[in-house]
């Protein structure tokens, strides 16, 4: 039996950019930050290297993946883009927007990473890490959150190492995510339809396209495989939209309290709260928090992929 992979931890830079293109060739893990949360890389077109991928997360099979490439042009090599999806792309890329769109007839994605399904979920990171890992590497990423499967997504290399350390080659260390919620899924297989909310709020895109969003499948017939009602788990028990704090429980605050054990922000804006998210959860259950009582969150903007992954998290655990 060999030893466990040492997991290498490299500041941001040129030399990481190259070793981590290296690594990736070689058909091993590499982490990196996006501006949503750090991605778990691999090579797109290496069947055998997702396979590892998928072992490192102990991600279900099912689940597809998302691959990252560079611009809309090196996107039209792996998927068909109908009018909407091309007016997205063209006002959203780069930035926290991934397109499901048909598969290309030449696609050279391994279909081990588009779970055998005939669509490909596309995205246009804009955070100049992953940027310079795509230029270096020259080829399409695969990179779901860089979480163990059922964890919340990682917003540091602390939280990448705490999850995955011994599980994959290398982790590009550039500090912590801006945003620190994942993309929004958008289809364009079809009817435009919000198969994830995320980082770019619905009334943007549905600004843009000057229609609704049509929504996705109920939670329990998941459309997108991977939207698993309890996909975003903390280890707590989560009760939602609580205006105080009961016996036993833990306060996660939103807005002014004098109680909160942590606040999304005191200051109740949505863009604070969503990039404190899930490292607040992260740090009440390191505190061993038994019940995480959470504030009321409104439903706009950024609010609706807040209230989405809380939903999630307290969903009850199979
Ligand atoms: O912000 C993000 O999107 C991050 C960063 C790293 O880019 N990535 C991310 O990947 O959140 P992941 O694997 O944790 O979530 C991808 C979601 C899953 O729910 C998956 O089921 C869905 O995208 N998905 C992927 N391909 C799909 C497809 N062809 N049809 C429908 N859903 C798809
Ligand atoms: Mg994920």
Redesign the pocket.
Known sequence: MSAEPATRVLTAGAQASEDGARVLAAGGLVAFP?E?????GADATNGQAIARLYAAKGRPQF????A?VLDLAAAKQLAVFNAAAQRLAEKFWPG?L?L?LPKAPDCPVADLA??G?D???L?V?AHSVARELLVKFGKPIV????NRSGHV?PTTAAHVLADLRGRIDLIIDGGATPVG???T?V?CVGAPAL??P??LPRETVEAMLGVSLAEAAPRDK??????LAS?YAPRAKLRLNASGVQAGETLLGFGATPDAALNLSPRGDLIEAAANLFSHLRALDAKGAKVIAVMPIPREGLGEAINDRLERAAAPRS
């Open positions: 996006t949503t949360v750090y991605g778990l689940n597809p993946l998302i990252h926290p991934t499901v588009t779970a399904l669509s490909i979920a995205r990171p990179a779901p959150s860089a997504s919620l994942e993309s899924i289809s198969l994830r995320g980082a998941p459309q997108a495989p991977g939207m996909h």
